[in-house]
């Protein structure tokens, strides 16, 4: 099956830097990558995705990077905010439809 | 639309107590998961259905833990009995998966359960 591997398991920045979270996973046969925010208490929820055949997508001050030879993708927060302080979990879904999930990582942006 | 919706959001128990957790999934999605998350060994993967099929039941902790989906509109798990080790937030989730079509999975608010 996948394995998915995530680093860092925690992450502390000064507001206004940028974040990086990266993912790496064993399938080849993945082909659709979600990133999900958890704050406190609360359901994961999606945030940003992207598909095999697509290297890079942003959505303001967020985007992910996908690349396919190494396997590996990447979360990027830029500008960050007091707000973006939560656990995201990166993900891997394969043609089998389950998804695999990472082990998170905390985020505290410092204001 | 609603999302997925579970019940009850908290649920405290005596140990040996059976607990049914249920989930609807949003309406038109195929495939339904349960998740269960705790600090220590994080999101993990219970069970999924696909069109009211079990696909995969590996994740299933033991014999105590089970789980059916009736129709495309209801699921439940069931832990019977239960022990202070299932304490957790247990998340249902669902998606659709089509010819060349993907969604992406959408949690529930999850349960939050405690067994004393």
């Known amino acids: 099956g996948e394995n998915v591997e995530q680093h860092p398991s925690t992450l502390s920045v000064q507001e206004g830097d940028s974040a990086v979270i990266k993912c790496t996973y064993s399938?080849?046969?993945?082909?659709?990558f979600p990133w999900y925010k958890q704050e406190l208490g609360k359901r994961p929820q999606l945030i940003i995705d992207?598909?095999?055949?697509?290297g890079e997508k942003k959505d303001q001050r967020i985007a992910v990077t996908l690349n396919k030879t190494a396997k590996h993708f990447s979360l990027h927060i830029t500008e960050t905010q007091p707000e973006d302080s939560a656990v995201y979990f990166c993900a891997a879904n394969n043609t089998g439809n389950q998804f695999y999930f990472g082990t998170g990582t905390s985020l505290t942006v410092i204001p | 639309d609603a999302g997925v919706i579970q019940s009850p959001r908290h649920e405290v128990t005596e140990m040996g107590q059976e607990v049914t957790l249920r989930c609807k999934p949003i309406s038109g999605h195929n495939s339904l998961f349960w998740y269960r998350q705790t600090m220590m060994r994080g999101l993990e993967l219970l069970i999924y259905f696909n069109n009211n099929v079990p696909i995969d039941d590996s994740g299933m902790p033991e014999d105590r833990f089970s789980a059916k989906m009736p129709n495309a509109s209801f699921s439940t798990l069931k832990i019977q009995p239960s022990e202070p080790r299932d304490s957790a937030v247990y998340f249902c989730?669902?998606?659709?998966?089509?010819?060349?079509?993907?969604?992406?999975?959408?949690f529930g608010n999850g349960t939050r359960l405690t067994v004393t």
């Open positions: 989730a669902s998606s659709f998966t089509g010819r060349g079509a993907k969604s992406p999975l959408h």
């Open positions: 399938d080849s046969a993945s082909n659709y």
């Open positions: 992207i598909r095999s055949n697509v």
